[in-house]
């Protein structure tokens, strides 16, 4: 079974400043995503970003880019230029990308969460 | 847009109550899914359902039961709520090809 660590309850950071939230995981799957969703006060769970593992190139998205190091099993969250509307939880998600006898149709693992907080 | 509506915010049972937290996507996914989300624990997955009728069991069913009879709705049901069934619950949907999972608002159950 797949396990995913968030290793950082809360962080903190300046706006307009750089954060990085970490995240590892477990597997012994080759093929697969991995996910950062973002859940601010509304609740509503956002996708942030995307990391499909077969690929090389570290994900970007706007102000928003991940460190993927397959080897470590590592995918950490830059977040670049902080605006007060990033404060929120953010979570870490990880997906097969096959179907093992019917099981993981899509299934998602989470970590724990970080919630990261922004001071104007 | 993916739409995927939760019936409530915000919900108050009693212990020993059947509860059903319904949930409807609009966007013709087979995969749909409840998640439980606790501080600290991050989201665990109940059940899930990649089909009308199918389910199969996630990390945490214990207590709980769904139901899956139109392909856009999928039902959590609390056959006798407990106190430790207080919790936010999530639902979420998605094709089996494309990764994406969307989810809906979330209901935040209290059980007195």
């Known amino acids: 079974a797949q396990t995913v660590t968030q290793s950082q309850p809360e962080m903190s950071v300046q706006e307009a400043e750089t954060v990085t939230l970490s995240c590892t995981y477990d597997?012994?799957?080759?093929?697969?995503?991995l996910f950062w969703y973002k859940q601010p006060p509304s609740r509503q769970m956002i996708l942030v970003i995307r990391?499909?593992?077969?690929?090389?190139q570290n994900a970007t998205e706007n102000r928003f880019s991940v460190n993927f190091q397959k080897a470590a099993k590592s995918f950490s969250l830059k977040i670049s230029d902080s605006q007060l509307g990033d404060a929120a939880m953010y979570f870490c998600?990880?997906?097969?990308?096959?179907?093992?006898?019917?099981?993981?149709?899509?299934?998602?693992?989470f970590g724990q969460g970080t919630i990261l907080t922004v001071h104007p | 847009d993916v739409k995927v509506t939760q019936s409530s915010r915000y919900l108050v049972k009693r212990t020993g109550e059947k509860v059903f937290l319904e949930c409807v996507q609009d966007?013709?996914?087979?995969?749909m899914f409840w998640y439980r989300q606790d501080p600290g624990l991050g989201l665990r997955l109940i059940y899930f359902?990649?089909?009308?009728?199918?389910?199969e069991k996630g990390d945490i069913p214990e207590g709980y039961s769904v139901s899956r009879e139109k392909k856009e709705r999928f039902s959590l049901i609390l056959e006798s709520a407990s106190t430790n069934q207080t919790s936010m619950y999530l639902c979420?949907?998605?094709?089996?090809?494309?990764?994406?999972?969307?989810f809906g608002q979330g209901t935040r159950l209290t059980v007195v």
């Open positions: 990391q499909e593992a077969y690929k090389q």
């Open positions: 998600a990880y997906r097969s990308a096959t179907n093992a006898g019917g099981t993981s149709y899509g299934k998602l693992t």
């Open positions: 359902s990649y089909d009308v009728k199918m389910k």
């Open positions: 597997t012994s799957e080759s093929d697969y995503y």
């Open positions: 979420a949907s998605s094709l089996t090809g494309p990764p994406e999972a969307f």
């Open positions: 966007m013709d996914h087979e995969n």
